[in-house]
């Protein structure tokens, strides 16, 4: 069964590079089928999407942080990253990492979630 | 930017049926999927491609889509089904979006 386990700092200062990484168990980041990606929660609010990657290194950003955004594979690993630079109190949130299934048409669903990291954006 | 409203919140009696809907424009052309959140929790997937049930959900979950609503439906609530939904589609761009979320409280 696929898990998905993240880390990182839990604190970051504000201007600086959020860092998180998701481990993955009970499968392998170069599946052909598989993407990867993040989500986020900022307390009490709702979901929003971060990004998706796929496996061979293909990503695909929310418009609203891709000039902030990169997310990579590290296939020696079995893990993938999330790096979200110059960041705000607004950037504060549970990060989840997930796993999206994609079929033929596009359409995509969010299916395993990590347990989720909370990251504080403060000095 | 493109959004899906949900309502805040949805009572319902233990036994009873609730009803959780998502409006958004692009609805017609694009599949929904539902999420369920319970307090500390990471959402949980209960429906997808509308009204598809993933394994291990609970037949009384059940999903229908009419134009630009989607609507969740919880046949025979139960006390464990109290928890936030969340609905999730695409734009036209092909950016993931959820829902505004819907708190569920069984009486």
């Known amino acids: 069964q696929l898990q998905l386990q993240e880390s990182g700092p839990g604190l970051v200062k504000p201007s600086e590079t959020l860092s998180l990484t998701c481990a993955v168990s009970?499968?392998?980041?170069?599946?052909?089928?598989?993407?990867w990606g993040w989500i986020r929660q900022p307390p009490g609010k709702g979901l929003e999407w971060i990004g998706n990657?796929?496996?061979?290194?293909?990503?695909y950003y929310n418009p609203s942080l891709k000039s902030r955004l990169t997310i990579s594979v590290d296939t020696s690993k079995n893990q993938f990253s999330l790096k979200l630079n110059s960041v705000t109190a607004a950037d504060t949130a549970v990060y989840y990492c997930?796993?999206?299934?994609?079929?033929?048409?596009?359409?995509?669903?969010?299916?395993?979630w990590g347990q989720g990291t909370l990251v504080t954006v403060s000095s | 930017s493109y959004e899906l409203t949900q309502p805040p919140s949805v009572s319902v009696s233990p036994g009873q049926t609730a009803r959780i809907t998502c409006s958004g424009d692009a609805l017609p052309k694009q599949y929904a999927y539902w999420y369920q959140q319970k307090p500390g929790q990471a959402p949980v997937l209960v429906i997808y491609?509308?009204?598809e049930r993933p394994s291990g959900i609970p037949e009384r979950f059940s999903g229908s889509s009419s134009g630009t609503t989607v609507t969740l439906t919880i046949s025979g609530v139960q006390a464990e089904d109290e928890a936030d939904y969340y609905c999730?589609?695409?734009?036209?761009?092909?950016?993931?979006?959820f829902g505004t979320g819907t708190k569920v409280t069984v009486l």
């Open positions: 999730q589609s695409a734009d036209s761009s092909g950016t993931f979006v």
């Open positions: 491609k509308d009204s």
């Open positions: 997930v796993r999206p299934a994609v079929d033929r048409s596009g359409s995509c669903w969010f299916d395993p």
């Open positions: 009970g499968g392998s980041v170069t599946s052909p089928s598989y993407y």
């Open positions: 990657i796929y496996y061979s290194g293909g990503t």
